[in-house]
């Protein structure tokens, strides 16, 4: 489907934000059944692949990653992160190390099974994605991240109640 078919929703099919919200609506659509195809490949359910992310950007960042990060990241309880560390662990994915300041703490780090399974699984997409943002016109780059981090800051807070006028 070409963002032409892509029908307005809540918008008039004559506004031309159409077009780049239908755009935007099947970008979202396809990176979430690319995160689903993955994990599936994986045999890990979306979150895992996530936490797995998560432990490895900290890693390259030279970060360690705690369980409390996991949880905070996912938006997911202590108990859901502790069986989603264990199935991690299970699977040769992740393991628990000791913190290296905080002895009552343990560290997350991904194996380099992991390392090579998320690689293998992701090293092509990453390289197209850079090649199509590079084929952006350099003038028009700023005003493409400027569009996509307002959006994700709108996203950021969807679904938080808005105040009432009389709140303020």
Not at 46 to 74: K, W
Not at 137 to 166: C, I, K, N, W, Y
């Amino acid at each position: 489907m070409t963002t032409e078919q892509v029908p307005g929703y809540w918008y008039d099919d004559d506004d031309p934000a159409t077009l780049v919200l239908g755009a935007l609506r099947r970008f979202r659509r396809a990176d979430q059944e690319m995160r689903r195809r993955m994990s599936a490949d994986m045999d890990m359910n979306v979150s895992d692949v996530q936490a797995l992310q998560l432990i490895i950007a900290a890693e390259n960042r030279g970060e360690v990653a705690t369980p409390r990060q996991v949880s905070a990241h996912l938006g997911i309880s202590t108990a859901s992160t502790t069986k989603l560390v264990d199935r991690l662990a299970a699977s040769g994915h992740l393991e628990r190390v000791p913190h290296p300041r905080d002895r009552r703490s343990v560290v997350l780090r991904a194996t380099p099974y992991a390392h090579r399974e998320l690689r293998e699984r992701m090293a092509r997409m990453h390289r197209r994605m850079g090649e199509i943002a590079r084929a952006v016109r350099p003038e028009a780059r700023q005003d493409v991240a400027d569009f996509l981090l307002a959006m994700a800051d709108e996203l950021d807070l969807a679904g938080t109640p808005l105040r009432a006028a009389s709140d303020g």
